[in-house]
């Protein structure tokens, strides 16, 4: 016969007065079971749940996910001609560059199952875009990739400089493909934030000051970070697009110092105040630093291999851009350097006539401007959760007034979205990579934890009164019938050894205060008159 003993337990609600706090009986059965206890962790637990399940399908909202069941996105063209045999057997999955496989932590179980990996296949986070273009009646196809990084990924604020293993936030890789007469031609660049210890947390200031780790090891993460970039690309040609005066001057200094104290000939540092030159919309004074970076481009050169195979050149290194948040700044110099290569690429596929600009091709500019004006788009909102900055620039050549406007608006919507629901945004992407991970033997999850306002997103509920609760008032046959339910699930549990009861209990056998405080607690017993 089983036996039923009552035990009185007090929960202090953190957001009232002790003297407000409701007391909740624990009823107790036999075996050490806790019923409402027990049915109070499920309760939270389907809230967080509700939650959870809000962030997954928040990050795959976001527009820029991509996969292919032939080819390998996540590799360049130049990666992709230097492999063994061995590797171009390998499934798609098991030979893509992790850094881009944003799916991976979702495949983990998968993974281990080669048998399995023709069914899972990498997805890639940016930007893609391809078109079919003619100049002099000579048809080619002009390719966009960027691929985001999924180390050290998330939003705006919430993730700047690098980590401890040398990943750069927003760190992406942009690589324009042309191919031609079975000739393929390729252009990579990478853009990241400065890779020293750095933060920019949000708090309702417009510009929030950035703050330089004090205590860190800069040079630690710097060199990690330079040392994996010259393993993958080569040379590196920094082009530190940001403020040399103002909030943003102490991390313009700190980037040449550690280049200076690294003392590598393979890294070269370039500072060029964007802002500062480009004034008064004098947006023409670019040809600045392509005219100064012009001879070093052309010694990085472009990757090039032949109708039948053979490796005409390589890419000896890449350019890597960056500002403040490597979004707009970045984009206009990625996109300048990008056509400048795009220029010798076509005249060396005959594409262009000698003495030809690829600027006076009208319609192709037209194809050429809006897409790296998309690829700004698509990397800002991922980031940032707008659209790009300057992009009237981008897309016409000229910096206009209306253009001026459109970033004023942009801006104040990342001010409210950097401000009031970056925190879910963070979260969320943390999630869907595997940084977090839920624990389903966890009574209480972080979304438990009381959080200021501001960093609440703005469709998501509150977490601050998650324990305070309403007193229902609820009819016998309401909690019975929500009772049935609840009980008729776990017996069936029982015999997958899942259950929270044991494994003699019916509905039968629960008296109706247990009933009733199972109903409560999980808030299926509602209102009734």
Known sequence: MMEWMMCLSSTVCPQRLPSQSRKIFLLQLSQEQYLVSWAQSIWWQLQDNKTFLA???????????????????????????NTSPEFQEMSLLERADQRFVWNGHLLRELSAQPEVHRFALPVLHGFITMHSCSINGKYFDWILISRRSCFRAGVRYYVRGIDSEGHAANFVETEQIVHYNGSKASFVQTRGSIPVFWSQRPNLKYKPRPQINKVANHMDGFQRHFDSQLIIYGKQVILNLVNQKG????????????????????????????????????????????????????????????????????????????????????????????RRSLQAQLQRLGVLHVGQKLEEQDEFEKIYKNAWADNANACAKQYAGTGALKTDFTRTGKRTQLGLVKDGWNSLIRYYKNNFSDGFRQDAIDLFLGNYSVDELESHSPLSVPRDLKFLAEDSTPLTCRDCWRQPRVSEGKVQACTSEIVRGQLHAVSHGNSGFPAHVTEGTLPWSVKWAIASCLKQALYIS
């Open 55 to 81: 962030m997954i399908n928040h990050v795959l909202s976001v527009d820029g996910f991509y996969f292919s069941t032939t080819y390998d996105l996540t590799h360049t063209l130049q990666r992709l001609s």
């Open 247 to 338: 909030s943003e001057k102490p991390l313009e200094q700190a980037f040449a110092t550690m280049v200076s104290s690294l003392g590598n000939g393979m890294i070269r540092y370039i500072a060029f105040d964007f802002h500062k030159e480009c004034k008064n919309m004098r947006w023409d004074r670019l040809s600045i630093l392509l005219d100064r970076v012009a001879e070093m481009q052309d010694e990085l050169s472009y990757f090039l291999v032949d109708s039948t195979g053979k490796v005409v050149t390589n890419q000896e290194g890449v350019f890597r851009s960056n500002c403040m948040d490597c979004l707009d700044r970045t984009n206009v110099i990625q996109s300048l350097l990008a």
